[in-house]
């Protein structure tokens, strides 16, 4: 099955710097990426997706990349704010399958 | 829509009683997801539903854990006994199915300790 790995497990970043989280996937049969905020003590919310036929799609101050050679994809959020921090995790899935495989999470903490 | 509903919000239960954990889809969502989450092993699939039928129960930790939905609208999990280490937030979530890995909307999830 598939395997998703997330880099770094933490992260403190200063305020109006930029913010990276990376993951891996093991399946090469996996074409759907997406992202999940979860704030302390709320649902994990999608945030952004890429599907396996684009290599990067941007909304607002985040983008994410992917990279199916190398099977891994990337969060990228800009100009990053308090609002932002969040615990962020990443997902991989396959055509025609509906499960979603979650990386263990980021805990993004923005420094004022 | 007022979204994927779940019940209770939180519970407090002693070892070894029963707890039932319930959740509303979205309608027209074909597909619900019931997850656990801890800080040691992050967000974990314990079962999954296509049209009420039960797809992939794999990851249900063991026998004291069951699921079922009974219909389009209502899905329950129980623990029975229940033992301090299933203490955990469990999520359910859906998703539709007329677009293939299309994303998850998630209820706010029952936070459910056992003492």
């Known amino acids: 099955g598939e395997n998703v790995e997330q880099h770094p497990s933490t992260l403190s970043v200063q305020e109006g710097d930029s913010a990276v989280i990376k993951c891996t996937y093991s399946?090469?049969?996996?074409?759907?990426f997406p992202w999940y905020k979860q704030e302390l003590g709320k649902r994990p919310q999608l945030i952004i997706d890429i599907r396996s036929n684009v290599g990067e799609k941007k909304d607002q101050r985040i983008a994410v990349t992917l990279n199916k050679t190398a099977k891994h994809f990337s969060l990228h959020i800009t100009e990053t704010q308090p609002e932002d921090s969040a615990v962020y995790f990443c997902?991989?899935?396959?055509?025609?399958?509906?499960?979603?495989?979650f990386g263990t999470g980021t805990r993004l903490t923005i420094i004022p | 829509d007022a979204g994927v509903i779940q019940s209770p919000r939180h519970e407090v239960t002693e070892m070894g009683q029963e707890v039932t954990l319930r959740c509303k889809p979205i309608?027209?969502?074909?597909?619900l997801f019931w997850y656990r989450q801890t800080m040691m092993r992050g967000l974990e699939l314990l079962i999954y539903f296509n049209n009420n039928v039960p797809i992939d129960d794999s990851g249900m930790p063991e026998d004291r854990f069951s699921a079922k939905m009974p219909n389009a609208s209502f899905s329950t999990l129980k623990i029975q006994p229940s033992e301090p280490r299933d203490s955990a937030v469990y999520f359910c979530?859906?998703?539709?199915?007329?677009?293939?890995?299309?994303?998850?909307?998630f209820g706010s999830g029952t936070r459910l300790t056992v003492v």
């Open positions: 309608s027209g969502h074909d597909y």
């Open positions: 399946d090469s049969a996996s074409n759907y």
């Open positions: 979530a859906s998703s539709p199915v007329l677009q293939p890995n299309y994303g998850y909307t």
């Open positions: 997902a991989a899935s396959s055509r025609g399958n509906e499960k979603l495989t």
